[in-house]
């Protein structure tokens, strides 16, 4: 039995396409098409930084934040919470871009005294950093200009929602009953458009002294009302309608906690020795 030499030339170019003599040419790609598309490489270039963020502005205000609008404050968390995600990414890349630049004054320097091959690895290795570097530029822009345009919303709530300029965690706390009841409204409308009464949904209501029954029955009555303007005046509510509602129950329902804390023998629902304050 012949011995396979898995070094062996005939070997090699059945499971490699080294052998073939074409095998680094383009099948299709000729001259013409190069000039074509590396005209065209500027443009991408240029046009690149207009989509090379995550997610577009609009995307941002209307659809990440707005999954969390029953208050201001679970707003201002939020757009904190990206901002600082953005921040610890630009950290790293920025780290990173220093020290490739580093690296490619090592191979510059190194270069000055290598010959031959050793010369040409080296270059290849600095051209590589080089590329590396060039390409990261956009998107590092990118990430500072969603830290930007974050900076911009987190002023418009504060401003909008007349929210102290050096609020802290009191303030949020303070704000956090609003958000739970509007939260737990939202949620009941959603499970009634399902026509099921969610046990989680329940549940949430509770835990904050509101009773389930009393609650689904207000939304049954919201939705209702609804339905009624559209089939009898032909008239549809927009969404305002919801947050007038939100808004309704938050000022029905917002000291029934106390009673659940009653229930659980507790004296308040937080403790301010140990809520950060600032100026207080």
Known sequence: MNEIVITDKKFNGIITKAGDINSLTFKTIDEKALVEINSWMPEVNR???????????????????????????????????????????????VYKLEKKKLQHEEYLEKMETAKGIEWKKLDL???????????????????????????????????????????????????????????????????????SHNM??????????????????LVDKYIGDIKKSIIEEDKGADITAHYIFYDQMYITFKDEYKKALNRLGLDNITHADFLMKENK
């Not at 989509?51 to 969390?68: A, V």
């Not at 290795?125 to 969603?146: F, G, L």
């Open 47 to 93: 046009a690149v930084s207009c989509f090379s963020k995550q997610n577009s502005q609009t995307t941002s205000s209307l659809m990440s934040l707005n999954m969390i609008d029953s208050g201001p404050y679970r707003v201002l968390r939020q757009i904190l919470a990206q901002a600082e995600k953005k921040r610890g990414a630009i950290k790293e890349s």
């Open 125 to 195: 290795r600095a051209n590589k950093i080089q590329c590396d570097v060039i390409d990261a530029q956009p998107h590092i822009e990118a990430s500072i200009k969603e830290l930007g345009a974050l900076k911009r919303r987190y002023e418009e709530v504060c401003k909008n929602n007349e929210i102290p300029e050096q609020w802290d965690e009191s303030d949020f706390e303070e704000a956090e009953i609003e958000h739970h009841i509007k939260s737990m409204f939202r949620n009941a409308i959603r499970d009634r458009m399902q026509g």
């Open 200 to 217: 989680g949904t329940m549940e949430y209501m509770e835990q904050y002294g509101v009773n389930p029954i009393t609650a689904y029955a």
